[in-house]
């Protein structure tokens, strides 16, 4: 049973336009999310994280959403640029947990120029 | 090289052969992990050390082995491969920042395996 999914396996967006990437998770546990970003043949990169005492974060671009009694998540980038078409992913721990993660499956963005 | 570094990159090799991935951190945290992925999985732990010579397991362990004698060190082991075993092999590591939610993990560049 996957505790963090990403039902959407990609999408693709204008240049200048928002991006907005979702995710859902079922562990009630899950106290810290942390959005990734993965280029081929390159390690994820961390991009922004949010924790359960936070609805919203912002860095630049990149803004997380966090509605805990959804348990759902959505990172927004805007504008988004070519250089963002990535694979993203989503993750989920639990501050009691070692600092492991639990991962999302990933969406791939396409931005179109 | 400053970071976290995977050696090898790429690795071919047969079934039932023993193969030790390599991971190497240079920044002393204490947490490190290895996950692999898997078209439509996602990234998923395989194990983890919360620091030297303390590790456990994580959602796959089966086939797997780990070690950690040295903080900076965590090498996989597979000791009796199988083609299920193919995959990207991930090492990641992280640091406790005192009193904040800073759990970023830190990735390495990965191995690509493939059991033949």
């Known amino acids: 049973d996957q505790q963090v999914k990403q039902n959407s396996p990609s999408l693709s967006v204008q240049e200048g336009r928002i991006s907005i990437l979702n995710c859902d998770y079922t562990?009630?546990?899950?106290?810290?999310f942390l959005w990734y970003k993965k280029y081929p043949a390159e390690g994820p990169t961390f991009l922004i994280s949010?924790?359960?005492?936070?609805d919203k974060n912002e860095d630049g671009r990149f803004t997380v959403f966090l509605n805990k009694s959804a348990k759902h998540l959505s990172l927004h980038i805007v504008p988004s640029q070519p250089g963002d078409s990535a694979v993203y992913f989503c993750?989920?721990?639990?501050?009691?947990?070692?600092?492991?993660?639990?991962f999302g499956s990933g969406t791939q963005l396409t931005v179109l120029p | 090289d400053a970071g976290i570094t995977q050696s090898p990159r790429y690795k071919i090799t047969e079934t039932g052969r023993q193969v030790t991935l390599m991971c190497h951190q240079t920044?002393?945290?204490?947490?490190m992990f290895w996950y692999r992925q898997d078209l439509g999985h996602g990234l998923r732990l395989i194990y983890y050390?919360?620091?030297?010579?303390?590790?456990d397991k994580g959602e796959v362990p089966d086939g797997y082995v780990v070690s950690r004698s040295k903080t900076e060190n965590f090498p996989l082991t597979l000791e009796s491969a199988t083609r299920s075993q193919t995959s990207v092999y991930f090492c990641?590591?992280?640091?406790?920042?005192?009193?904040?939610?800073?759990?970023?993990?830190?990735f390495g560049p990965g191995t690509r395996l493939t059991v033949t």
């Open positions: 050390s919360a620091a030297a010579d303390i590790t």
């Open positions: 562990n009630s546990m899950f106290d810290y």
């Open positions: 990641a590591s992280s640091e406790r920042s005192g009193g904040d939610y800073s759990y970023e993990q830190y």
């Open positions: 993750a989920a721990g639990d501050s009691g947990s070692a600092r492991q993660l639990t």
């Open positions: 949010i924790s359960s005492i936070k």
């Open positions: 920044w002393s945290h204490s947490y």
